[in-house]
């Protein structure tokens, strides 16, 4: 009897384990893709282009200092 009653609370603990780990997963992936993750993504690499350009300007200008 003691047996069959460990059993069962291994089984039992396995399934809600295995229902937390779903459950979770489903919601950090549902955070991961939410509209509003992949909209502040669409600005920033916006803006990393005028970084980008920016950073190309200023050594362009120092690369000419240093020449002249």
Known sequence: MLALEEKTKI???YF????LVIFTSVV????FYSPIRIGQQEKLENYSNYVTAGLVSYTVNYCQKIKD
């Open 11 to 13: 089984v039992r603990n």
């Open 16 to 19: 809600l384990t295995s229902a």
């Open 28 to 31: 950090v992936t549902d955070l």
